[in-house]
């Protein structure tokens, strides 16, 4: 069975960081695409970042140069380190691999 359990997340003020970790049992993260996604109230789920089996990072453009995601074999987690936070980060950010998804843990950054 496979399980996600996202975590890291809370309230930050704008310009702060965050770091989220997706802990990952029942599947490995070394030989699938995983990435986290994001959904603010009222909006449709956007992916955030990507990062496959072979290491290639794909982010989203409104992240790109402040988000880094990164997976540690040893402990099958992956991460989202977030950094110089804005409001519009604000969201409930998931985990997924495959079909897989977390329950999701919420980033609220205050301006």
């Known amino acids: 069975q496979v399980q996600l359990v996202e975590s890291g997340g809370g309230l930050v003020q704008a310009g702060g960081s965050l770091r989220l970790s997706c802990a990952a049992s029942?599947?490995?993260?070394?030989?699938?695409?995983a990435g986290w996604y994001r959904q603010a109230p009222g909006k449709q789920r956007e992916l955030v970042a990507t990062?496959?089996?072979?290491?290639?990072?794909n982010y989203a453009d409104s992240v790109k140069g402040r988000f880094t995601i990164s997976r540690s074999n040893w402990s099958n987690t992956m991460y989202l380190q977030m950094m110089s936070l804005k409001p519009e980060d604000t969201a409930v950010y998931y985990c997924?691999?495959?079909?897989?998804w977390g329950q999701g843990t919420q980033v609220t950054v205050s301006s």
């Open positions: 029942g599947i490995s993260l070394r030989v699938s695409t």
């Open positions: 990062l496959t089996s072979g290491g290639y990072t």
């Open positions: 997924n691999v495959v079909e897989h």
